[in-house]
């Protein structure tokens, strides 16, 4: 009899609580909504949970206009209230610590420093192939000087100074080719078609003035440009 007595109580128990927390689910406010796809969002919007929003699901059978446009469920969160309580979670300090520099009002201090050691920006410009930091391309050339363009005829080009012995090959660590430059030594050739990445000014003028010409190649196809 005991056994029995107490295996009715247990159920009479669980009953009673069956109830209870279907009763209180039943009567809490869902945060989220499902719509004619069977897609469920979480609403952060506490307006927004028991809405029926059948109609605005159904984008076959509605036009939408500017009454009925409306943002996404969880696009507009609420704002996080600093200092109203330790139950809010940003109460008290707000976030920002217990005193120091950082916890001061106004902008501790200003972008980029590092609280006096050589900061980010000032040590790039110092690393080996970054001579002014990222992002910043340095064209650098093989120099030409017009002096090696002595005893020349013709169309003048690199290949040909080097196939002379004029000059030797140029660097691997140039990306713009190569370019004529006045030099140190006079230049005396008269005549002479220059070919050429670049050339200075007074380089250009001095080809010029001796009654020749300059011809610019291309950086990718080593092709003549044409003017």
């Known amino acids: 009899m005991k056994m029995i007595f107490l295996s009715v109580l247990a159920l009479a128990l669980v009953g009673s609580v069956t109830g209870y ?13 499902t719509n004619g796809h069977g897609m469920e969002m979480k609403l952060y919007d506490w307006k927004r949970r028991t809405a029926d929003e059948s109609a605005l699901n159904d984008v076959e059978n509605l036009e939408f206009t500017f009454n009925n446009l409306k943002s996404a469920p ?18 008290a300090s707000c976030g920002f610590g217990m005193r120091g520099q950082k ?7 200003r972008a980029g420093f590092e609280g006096g050691q050589q900061p980010l920006y000032r040590r790039l410009p110092k690393f080996v192939g970054r001579p002014t930091g990222p992002g910043h391309t340095k064209t650098t050339y093989n ?7 002595n005893d020349s ?37 008269k005549g002479l078609t220059v070919q050429a990445h670049s050339f200075t000014a007074a380089a250009k003028q001095a080809i010029e ?19």
């Open 21 to 33: 927390s279907s009763s209180f689910v039943g009567g809490a406010v869902s945060s989220s909504v």
């Open 74 to 91: 969880g696009a507009r969160k609420r704002k996080n209230r600093k200092g109203r309580g330790i139950a809010a979670g940003q109460g």
């Open 103 to 109: 916890a001061r009002s106004g902008s501790p201090t």
């Open 143 to 149: 120099l030409i000087p017009l002096h090696q363009l």
């Open 153 to 189: 005829e013709g169309t003048v080009n690199f290949d040909v100074l080097v196939e002379s012995g004029k000059t030797t090959k140029s660097s691997s660590k140039t990306n713009g080719g190569h370019k004529v430059v006045v030099g140190s030594g006079d230049f005396t050739a």
């Open 209 to 227: 003035d001796s009654g020749g010409k300059c011809e610019h190649l291309s950086r990718t196809t080593g092709k003549v440009l044409t003017e």
